[in-house]
Nanobody, 123 residues
Framework: QVQLVESGGGSVQAGGSLRLSCAAS????????MGWFRQAPGKERERVAD????????DYADSVKGRFTISRDNAKNTLYLQMSSLKPEDTAMYYC????????????????WGQGTQVTVSS
């Protein structure tokens, strides 16, 4: 059974940084689109960043470009989201998810999800 476990969330002041981790099991992350999503109360779920299968090209939501970086460690089968210059509007539950085995991920269907890790940014 596919399993994704997020960690690294917490509370931080505006301008600070956090690194989220997503430990995967029962599949190899480099063979799939992998994405980070977030959802705040009363708001729609938002794609934050994704990474393609194979070469691992990345893409970002406009709201986080220049501040967040998605990466993976293939040896550890772990996906990361480095978040810098955090803003209060980044406060949300962050989820890791697995998508299709494609070289483009923007419109892919993400079928497997972790339970999420909370990020809270205060001003």
């Amino acid at each position: 059974q596919v399993q994704l476990v997020e960690s690294g969330g917490g509370s931080v002041q505006a301008g600070g940084s956090l690194r989220l981790s997503c430990a995967a099991s029962e599949f190899t992350i480099s063979r799939y689109c992998m994405g980070w999503f977030r959802q705040a109360p009363g708001k729609e779920r938002e794609r934050v960043a994704d990474m393609t299968a194979g070469v691992g090209s990345s893409d970002y939501a406009d709201s986080v470009k220049g501040r967040f970086t998605i990466s993976r460690d293939n040896a550890k089968n772990t996906l990361y989201l480095q978040m810098s210059s955090l803003k209060p509007e980044d406060t949300a539950m962050y989820y890791c998810a697995r998508g299709p085995s494609l070289s483009t991920c923007r419109y892919g269907v993400y079928s497997d999800w972790g339970q999420g890790t909370q990020v809270t940014v205060s001003s």
